[in-house]
């Protein structure tokens, strides 16, 4: 492949880079270009409303309705927010004034009548597909040879990621938004790709986790559907009995906060977890944990290749509370970062990152992880932190 330019590059092509595993599956990645072809089918004027109705899209896949915030917005770096959500309201999108107006670290509730539908529904995504696209598009918005260009780059990258190969080989769609074409030299040049000639390009190794087209490993074609929608069997999950009058007396002692913080999780619409599960977590004693020799074998050599995963972690926690309005699970952490290991690792690999202080939570109460302080040494923190007003969680009915 000839190159029109050489790169560079900014980022180091390391062998830890080229080791990180795929953070989506061939459905997955597939899903990924569903997404950017429904945005790019929208009657939109330019790659900040697209890069908007991406984020939105994602998050709104099941229900029609998706969480987003003014702080969300500006991360976005648009030249003209305002005149973006203008356009996206021409076509039946309900963005209330809020989104502007009111404390940017809340969530204000945006329906998209497209993705309300039951039939022909653009965006068919199964739960476990949402959250894994949804947490990929974060990924690749927040790389480092990205996430400081305008709208136009970094809506290039989320299509150009999604149509690379594993061997970081892809060619530009023919849905391809052509107000991003002007951005590619901007994407050779700060190292996101190695290689540019008219259609054809190739991605850096550093980035190549976030390639989304490829094919299937052994054996995955058999299991990814029945994964994607959670028809696994949970076999380290026993069922749990749940005691509806036994939480409500629960909740009603807890303080408002804690409260507030269940419901919030227990009407999450976006995580639509069985009242069963979340009942046992906030009410199930927690007991002191021995980690055999093997998990902590495993975990050594789990760590060997994800570098980054304390950024990584408290960049994902960030960005989950912003559209669940709860922090993740230790589950729901690793499974939308593509870490796959067994449920025992994953809990070692949290309780290392919270020994780190690269998360830190309000233990024992579940799904309350967020940003530590080496995370916030390096400016990664919650919405709420860069404002004076603290966040109302709203739970739904």
């Known amino acids: 492949m000839p190159k029109n330019a050489s790169s560079s590059s900014k980022v180091s092509?390391?062998?830890?880079?080229?080791?990180?595993?795929?953070?989506?599956?061939?459905?997955?990645?597939?899903?990924?270009?569903t997404l950017l072809s429904y945005a790019s089918s929208l009657t939109?004027?330019?790659?900040?409303?697209?890069?908007v109705a991406v984020v939105v899209a994602i998050r709104a896949a099941r229900g029609g309705v998706g969480n987003l915030t003014g702080a969300d917005l500006s991360a976005l770096r648009l030249g003209d927010a305002r005149e973006a959500i203008d356009a996206l309201r021409h076509l039946g999108w309900q963005i209330s004034d809020a989104l502007f107006d009111d404390d940017p670290a809340t969530p204000v509730p945006i329906t998209v009548p497209d993705l309300t539908q039951t039939d022909d529904h653009p965006l068919p995504f199964g739960k476990n597909v949402r959250s894994r696209v949804s947490g990929w598009t974060t990924?690749?918005?927040?790389?480092?040879?990205?996430?400081?260009?305008?709208?136009?780059?970094?809506?290039?990258?989320?299509?150009?990621?999604?149509?690379s190969t594993s061997k970081l080989l892809g060619q530009i769609p023919s849905d391809f938004p052509e107000a991003c074409r002007a951005a590619l030299p901007d994407l050779l040049q700060k190292g996101f790709l190695t290689e540019l000639s008219e259609d054809h390009y190739r991605l850096d190794?550093?980035?190549?986790h976030l390639s989304g087209l490829r094919r299937p490993a052994e054996g995955e074609q058999t299991t990814e559907a029945a994964k994607a929608e959670g028809q696994v069997e949970r076999r380290t999950r026993p069922a749990v009995r749940f005691d509806p009058d036994a939480w409500t007396q629960w909740k009603h002692a807890a303080s408002p906060a804690l409260r507030r913080h269940a419901?919030?999780?227990?009407?999450?619409?976006?995580?639509?977890?069985d009242p069963g599960q979340v009942a046992a977590a906030f009410m199930e004693r927690v007991r002191p944990q021995f980690t055999p020799k093997w998990i902590k074998n495993a975990y050594g050599e789990w760590k060997e290749t994800h570098p980054d995963r304390g950024p990584q972690a408290a960049e994902f926690t960030v960005?989950?509370?912003?559209?669940?309005?709860?922090?993740?699970?230790?589950?729901?952490?690793?499974?939308?970062?593509?870490?796959?290991a067994c449920r025992s690792v994953r809990g070692f690999i949290v309780r290392r990152l919270l020994s780190n202080e690269w998360l830190m939570d309000t233990s024992p109460v579940p799904w309350?992880?967020?940003?530590?302080?080496?995370?916030?040494?390096?400016?990664?923190?919650l919405p709420k932190a860069r404002t004076s007003a603290a966040v109302a969680v709203r739970p739904g009915p």
């Open 368 to 381: 309350t992880l967020r940003p530590g302080t080496m995370a916030q040494a390096q400016g990664i923190v």
């Open 263 to 273: 419901e919030a999780v227990e009407y999450c619409a976006v995580c639509e977890l």
């Open 205 to 208: 190794l550093a980035v190549r």
């Open 44 to 51: 939109l004027p330019g790659p900040d409303a697209q890069l």
């Open 139 to 163: 990924r690749v918005l927040s790389a480092k040879p990205v996430k400081k260009l305008p709208p136009a780059g970094r809506l290039a990258g989320l299509f150009l990621t999604a149509h």
């Open 13 to 33: 092509a390391t062998p830890a880079s080229a080791s990180q595993p795929f953070l989506l599956s061939s459905q997955q990645g597939e899903a990924a270009r």
């Open 319 to 340: 960005a989950f509370r912003v559209e669940h309005g709860h922090g993740p699970s230790h589950n729901q952490l690793c499974s939308g970062l593509g870490w796959d």
